[in-house]
């Protein structure tokens, strides 16, 4: 069964510090992947898409950027956070139609 | 930009009554939705989808689609307190499911 893993679970960054967050998808070979961004209260936003090593398109600008270093990972980061950063980090995969969602990384930038 | 639109915001209905949502997309190349639920603090999962004209029934779980008015519904009957949380519309076009386009969600509160 394909599984889904995201790290960590939570953080409380300082603006102006980097971040990498992460995700690791099991049991399914090539598949599309995703990062949402949604901010407390807000929409869920696709921020990056990547269906294959070492491709990703970027949908929305917010200084963050992301990489597929291996067919199974994907990673989101970025330098130096905003206040704005601050929300829920979705990593999601799909192959075909569906879209499955991991359980997510609360950020909290202070 | 595509835009998906949610109403309403918020709807409050008594344990074993109907719920009804509803979803609507701006851009005319749309022809696939999603009904996603999205538990407070928790990942949003997929309920339903549909990209036929008609209606779709999955338990107490009804869709419809019009795709002329580009307007989908959710119909949850016999609603539970369990049913308590976000419920997301998405809007897709056939071949670019890489372009998942969220609403912004209808907040579902069933009481006992």
């Known amino acids: 069964a394909q599984t889904i893993h995201q790290w960590p679970v939570a953080e409380i960054k300082a603006v102006g510090s980097p971040l990498s967050l992460g995700c690791t998808i099991k049991?399914?070979?090539?598949?599309?992947l995703y990062w949402y961004w949604q901010a407390t209260g807000g929409t869920l936003q696709q921020l990056f898409y990547s269906i294959t090593v070492g491709q990703v398109e970027s949908v929305v600008q917010l200084n963050l950027s992301a990489s597929r270093p291996k067919d199974d990972q994907f990673i989101l980061s970025t330098e130096k956070l905003l206040l704005s950063h601050s929300g829920f980090y979705l990593c999601?995969?799909?192959?075909?139609?569906?879209?499955?969602f991991g359980k997510g990384t609360r950020l909290t930038v202070v | 930009q595509q835009k998906v639109q949610q109403s309403p915001e918020s709807l409050i209905v008594p344990e074993g009554g109907m719920a009804s949502l509803n979803c609507t997309s701006s851009?005319?190349?749309?022809?696939y939705f999603w009904w996603y639920r999205q538990h407070s603090g928790k990942s949003p999962k997929m309920l339903m989808s549909i990209f036929s004209n008609g209606e779709k029934e999955e338990g107490r779980f009804t869709v419809h689609l019009n795709k002329a008015s580009l307007h989908t519904s959710l119909h949850i009957r016999d609603s539970q307190p369990s049913d308590s949380a976000l419920y997301l519309c998405a809007a897709s076009i056939t071949g670019s499911f890489n372009k998942l386009t969220f609403g912004a969600g209808t907040r579902l509160a069933v009481c006992p």
């Open positions: 049991g399914k070979s090539s598949p599309n």
């Open positions: 851009d005319r190349n749309v022809d």
């Open positions: 999601a995969w799909s192959l075909g139609v569906e879209v499955f």
